[in-house]
């Protein structure tokens, strides 16, 4: 074996892998230094550099990279490239990041590397952009492309016919072993990444699956169809929703799974990559959602659609605020009389807010996964009300007695009026936590079977009962307790 002769001169820095090159953290963020060589790169116009610093990142990397950069920037960058961006890469972007780059690319090039993907990641590319610009787009790329991005972007766009790819491979039952592995040797018209071969009948209608590892073990003579397993194998109808795909990939332990049309003919199959990506992107949304922030929103967006995106939430915050001050105004001759009310108040509504989110957050989740059905519903809502009620408990000994203790060391108020106190702070405490808990289940749970998203709407919900309840029952009680113990 001849050697390999050292370089002649110091590798540039970006040729050594990720973990050599001192570029990348361990856990491979992009470190301020790299980014900074990067913006120089771009800056002189120095192609040789920018590709020397990113030729060993991964695609995914270089996304998130460009993410980074300002918006001239990554102008720069795309005309210093030749008005494209690497396929890879492009599918890599973030969404609300995906649009301004493929506007600043030349059309010709987009279609190049869209037509490069598979078509999931194809339709991935392209959903978010407007009929015109897709139209542009498509008009650049072969018919049969053309026709095949077509029939993908035709589904919703959270629908399995989305998320599909349609490259796959399928096999009749009566082929043999060898006959598949010469197949698959011999066509070039294959997945970029597939895990097992779908086993199909005359009416191309699946029948079974042979995992890639069952067939590689497995004599050249024998029949694909003595091998198959059709009780593993999940087959998804084009229309189901990419949260209940993802449902099935958990529950079964799917690596990947068939998709057929109405007819339950096989037209594509859905990876686990893909699945991994709709997880997220869920998880996401519904983390924005409980937080009264659009799902589209990101980094990237620019401050008036910051503030737009932003404002709906907020009005409809400041509604339920101004009902809760409403609240409050009911009981102004109670705090007018005793101070320490005013002060004391918010801590009870904030304890019943907090808990309820925490419910909430569960009990979203819970629903999501399909944890949490009516079969449990019931179960779930007494452990939750109990939980509130324990909690409240404890919260009222640990609140009653710093209340009580404060209000008499404060010179307020005798130690009755200081026993009063304390007795009222602890059971608001008990009733507003009994109360956050039941809403912070009944409310999505309603919400759910009404056909809306838990996710958005709950929060408001939830944040609005536990201040009403928190407010009304603690004024209400002083009101009734403490005033004419003071007059």
Same mark, same amino acid.
């Given at each position: 074996?001849?050697?390999?002769?050292?370089?002649? %001169?110091?590798?540039?820095?970006?040729?050594?892998?990720?973990?050599?090159?001192?570029?990348?953290?361990?856990?491979?963020?992009?470190?301020?230094?790299?980014?900074?060589?990067?913006?120089? /790169?771009?800056?002189?116009?120095?192609?040789?550099?920018?590709?020397?610093?990113? &030729?060993?990142?991964?695609?995914?990397?270089?996304?998130?990279?460009?993410?980074?950069?300002?918006?001239?920037?990554?102008?720069?960058?795309?005309?210093?490239?030749?008005?494209?961006?690497?396929?890879?890469?492009?599918?890599?972007?973030?969404?609300?990041? &995906?649009?301004? $780059?493929?506007?600043?690319?030349?059309?010709?090039?987009?279609? =190049?590397?869209?037509?490069?993907?598979?078509?999931?990641?194809?339709?991935?590319?392209?959903?978010?952009?407007?009929? %015109?610009?897709?139209?542009?787009?498509?008009?650049?790329?072969?018919?049969?492309?053309?026709?095949?991005?077509? !029939?993908?972007?035709?589904?919703? =766009?959270?629908?399995?016919?989305?998320?599909?790819? &349609?490259?796959?491979?399928?096999?009749?039952?009566?082929?043999?072993?060898?006959?598949?592995?010469?197949?698959?040797?011999?066509?070039?018209?294959?997945?970029? +990444?597939?895990? =097992?071969?779908?086993? $199909?009948?005359?009416?191309?209608?699946?029948?079974?699956?042979?995992?890639?590892?069952?067939?590689?073990?497995?004599?050249?003579?024998?029949?694909?169809?003595?091998?198959?397993?059709?009780?593993?194998?999940? *087959?998804?109808?084009?229309?189901?929703?990419?949260?209940?795909?993802?449902?099935?990939?958990?529950?079964?332990?799917?690596?990947?799974?068939?998709?057929?049309?109405?007819?339950?003919? #096989?037209?594509?199959?859905?990876?686990?990559?893909?699945?991994? =990506?709709?997880?997220?992107?869920?998880?996401?949304?519904?983390?924005?959602?409980?937080?009264?922030?659009?799902?589209?929103?990101?980094?990237?967006?620019?401050?008036?659609?910051?503030?737009?995106?932003?404002?709906?939430?907020?009005?409809?915050?400041?509604?339920?605020?101004?009902?809760?001050?409403? $609240?409050?105004?009911?009981?102004?001759?109670?705090?007018?009389?005793?101070? @320490?009310?005013?002060?004391?108040?918010?801590?009870?509504?904030?304890?019943?807010?907090?808990?309820?989110?925490?419910?909430?957050?569960?009990?979203?989740?819970?629903?999501?996964? +399909?944890?949490?059905? !009516?079969?449990?519903?019931?179960?779930?809502?007494?452990?939750?009300?109990?939980?509130?009620?324990?909690?409240?408990?404890?919260? /009222?000994?640990?609140?009653?007695?710093? !209340?009580?203790?404060?209000?008499?060391?404060?010179?307020?108020?005798?130690?009755?009026? @200081?026993?009063?106190?304390?007795?009222?702070?602890? $059971?608001?405490?008990?009733?507003?936590?009994?109360?956050?808990?039941?809403?912070?289940?009944?409310?999505?749970?309603?919400?759910?079977?009404?056909?809306?998203?838990?996710?958005?709407?709950?929060?408001?919900?939830? *944040?609005?009962?536990?201040?009403?309840?928190?407010?009304?029952?603690?004024?209400? #009680?002083?009101?009734?307790?403490?005033?004419?113990?003071?007059?």
């Amino acid at each position: 074996m001849s050697e390999i002769a050292p370089p002649e %001169e110091e590798p540039r820095h970006g040729d050594l892998p990720p973990e050599e090159d001192g570029q990348f953290a361990d856990d491979q963020t992009l470190s301020p230094e790299f980014v900074r060589s990067v913006e120089d /790169a771009i800056d002189a116009e120095d192609v040789e550099a920018y590709h020397g610093l990113t &030729r060993e990142i991964h695609p995914a990397d270089v996304a998130d990279l460009i993410g980074l950069l300002r918006e001239e920037e990554r102008d720069a960058l795309i005309a210093m490239l030749g008005g494209a961006i690497p396929s890879e890469v492009l599918a890599e972007l973030d969404e609300d990041l &995906r649009e301004d $780059v493929i506007e600043a690319m030349e059309p010709a090039k987009v279609a =190049e590397a869209v037509m490069e993907l598979d078509t999931d990641d194809a339709a991935f590319v392209l959903e978010d952009l407007d009929e %015109e610009k897709q139209a542009e787009i498509l008009a650049l790329a072969p018919i049969e492309d053309r026709l095949a991005l077509r !029939a993908a972007l035709d589904f919703e =766009e959270d629908s399995a016919g989305r998320l599909m790819q &349609r490259e796959f491979f399928a096999s009749p039952a009566f082929w043999t072993v060898g006959q598949i592995i010469d197949r698959l040797r011999g066509t070039e018209d294959l997945p970029d +990444k597939f895990y =097992e071969v779908f086993v $199909v009948d005359p009416a191309f209608k699946p029948m079974g699956s042979v995992p890639l590892s069952t067939l590689l073990k497995s004599k050249r003579e024998t029949v694909i169809q003595d091998i198959m397993s059709s009780r593993d194998m999940r *087959t998804v109808p084009a229309t189901m929703d990419q949260e209940e795909v993802a449902y099935l990939f958990e529950q079964y332990n799917l690596i990947s799974a068939p998709v057929v049309d109405d007819a339950d003919r #096989l037209i594509g199959m859905v990876t686990v990559d893909d699945v991994v =990506e709709t997880v997220r992107e869920e998880t996401q949304e519904d983390m924005l959602a409980l937080a009264g922030v659009e799902a589209d929103t990101g980094l990237s967006d620019t401050v008036f659609e910051t503030v737009r995106s932003r404002f709906s939430w907020l009005a409809v915050n400041l509604g339920t605020a101004i009902l809760a001050s409403l $609240v409050i105004a009911m009981f102004d001759a109670a705090i007018g009389q005793i101070v @320490a009310l005013a002060v004391l108040m918010p801590i009870v509504a904030s304890m019943g807010g907090n808990a309820g989110t925490q419910t909430l957050t569960v009990v979203v989740r819970s629903l999501a996964t +399909k944890d949490l059905t !009516a079969t449990n519903a019931a179960r779930i809502v007494f452990r939750e009300a109990l939980v509130g009620f324990l909690n409240g408990l404890i919260f /009222a000994v640990i609140m009653g007695a710093l !209340a009580g203790v404060w209000f008499f060391a404060s010179g307020w108020g005798t130690e009755a009026a @200081a026993i009063n106190l304390a007795l009222v702070v602890g $059971v608001a405490m008990i009733i507003n936590l009994l109360a956050a808990g039941l809403a912070g289940i009944l409310i999505p749970i309603g919400l759910q079977r009404a056909g809306a998203d838990p996710a958005v709407s709950s929060a408001v919900f939830v *944040t609005t009962v536990t201040d009403i309840v928190g407010f009304f029952v603690f004024l209400g #009680l002083a009101a009734a307790v403490l005033l004419p113990a003071a007059g």
